[in-house]
């Protein structure tokens, strides 16, 4: 059903699922007939009468993280860059003081029935992962350009099913690694290309956050490796620290002027409560011909690292904190903010205007690497519980939270060798599965 947004509604979670794609529906894309009529006619989607179309938007999975989309329209739809015509989400809509709904913007449960309703041009799909592909396959089928939440999908099959949409319905599909967006990243890409480092050596990522238990009880799928016998994969590595992966396959494409090519991942998994994924992980992607990558990683850190890229030279290191964009370089005093990031969304639209022009910051082409090295994680054995003397507890109830004593230390050791906790003699890591990549 579709109907005017409510003043406070409230509720939870995203859009859970959707069936395989479905016929196609009229759009109103720049290089079809708008919405309400042929170009130049009297609709609000043509500002001052002159017939240039504003992109509708949609998002799918209005909730949770999807509240964080909405912050990111709210300034182009007030800008007129874009006109937010629907929400779809299985609960009613939160409340976003940032963001308000605007006039006229539907409400809808079914991502199916928005996109014939609202016919939008871009959609953005904040969904859990397990729900991506049927969702974007219709989202392609009705026309539609696609801004696609990490992890894209999960599987190599998965991604060639939605590459295949994408050839045949001649769409465009951006992938949510915001962090691909940074001018520092740009800068310490330039920085590698011109040899400031030496020949690389390494590239390290080192992460150390903090969850309490109620993040574990957020959805259904939350800590879930299946769920109704579909893959989810909720761990630290494909979930809220995929962009610590992402950002290390980013400078090893500069390193090797090439896409990578994983040939096989080294991957131990440790979890600190009863989950079926990690929210602890070493993992080292090995590529032919360029350096290795080592991610160190944690859910239950003693203190709070952001996430930094580290990369290792015969000359020279430099770190790149990727969520603040502070960029630390050979024969820089100390890290500096570097402004400038671009918004994928922002970028999307200027591609859809341009598309020979304007490349897409994250295509759906450029996170097939970590969609290979995804997938290999799924299959790997259950992470190994740590508990007893090796954790501390503070809090309680939902606000409980867990460490590791000592994981920091030991992680950002792993992120600047290159190591694996086992290699580094810690006392409770477990041997790695080792598993080589098809080509």
């Known amino acids: 059903m579709t109907a005017p947004v409510p003043p406070a509604a409230v509720g939870g979670l995203a859009a859970q699922g959707a069936p395989a ?31 240039v179309a504003v992109p509708r938007v949609a998002i799918v999975g209005a909730n949770g993280h999807g509240r964080w989309h909405r912050r990111a329209v709210a300034p182009l739809h007030a800008a007129g860059r874009l006109r937010l015509v629907a929400l779809v989400d299985v609960r009613p809509i939160e409340d976003e003081p940032a963001a308000p709904v605007p006039t006229g913007t539907t409400v809808h449960t079914d991502h199916r029935e928005m996109l014939t309703a609202a016919r939008p041009d871009v959609v953005i799909v904040c969904t859990p992962p397990h729900t991506h592909l049927p969702i974007a396959l219709d989202v392609l089928a009705a026309g539609a350009d696609l801004l696609l939440e990490k992890p894209p999908v999960l599987s190599t099959a998965e991604h ?3 590459a295949g949409a994408l050839a045949a319905t001649g769409r465009a599909c951006q992938v949510g690694f915001q962090a691909l967006g940074s001018v520092a990243l740009a800068q310490l890409s330039a920085a590698v290309g ?8 390494g590239i390290g990522t080192v992460a150390c956050w903090q969850r309490p238990d109620s993040y574990y009880a957020r959805s259904p799928w939350a800590g879930r490796r299946t769920l109704h016998g579909r893959p989810v994969l909720d761990g630290t590595l494909a979930n809220p620290l995929a962009h610590a992966v992402m950002q290390c396959l980013a400078v090893a494409e500069t390193v090797t002027s090439a896409p990578v090519r994983p040939a096989r991942i080294e991957l131990e998994r ?3 409560r009863p989950i079926e994924v990690d929210d602890t992980a070493t993992l080292r992607i090995v590529t032919p011909g360029g350096p290795p990558i080592v991610a160190a990683v ?5 203190d709070f690292v952001a996430g930094e890229v580290i990369v290792t030279g015969t000359t020279g290191r430099a770190v790149l904190e990727y969520p603040t964009d502070r960029l630390l370089l050979p024969g820089d005093p100390h890290p500096r903010e570097v402004p400038g990031r671009q918004g994928l969304l922002a970028n999307l639209l200027a591609h859809r205007a341009d598309p020979d022009g304007t490349p897409l910051i994250a295509p759906l082409a450029r996170t097939a690497p970590f969609t290979a090295v995804l997938e290999q994680v799924r299959q790997a054995p259950e992470p190994t519980l740590l508990d007893g003397d090796l954790v ?11 460490t590791v004593r ?32 098809a080509a």
């Open 406 to 437: 000592g994981i920091n230390a030991v992680l950002r050791r792993a992120a600047e060798q290159g190591a694996l906790l086992s290699e580094l003699a810690v006392p409770w890591a477990v041997p790695p599965a080792r598993i080589p990549l």
């Open 392 to 402: 501390t507890a503070a809090g309680s109830g939902p606000e409980r939270v867990v």
């Open 21 to 51: 794609a479905t016929t196609g529906i009229p759009s109103g894309s720049p290089t079809g007939t708008p919405p309400g009529g042929p170009a130049g006619a009297a609709h609000p989607d043509h500002p001052a009468g002159t017939g």
């Open 160 to 162: 060639r099913t939605l």
């Open 298 to 302: 944690t859910l239950a850190g003693e």
């Open 270 to 272: 440790y979890r600190v």
């Open 194 to 201: 011109q040899g400031r480092l030496g020949t690389v050596t």
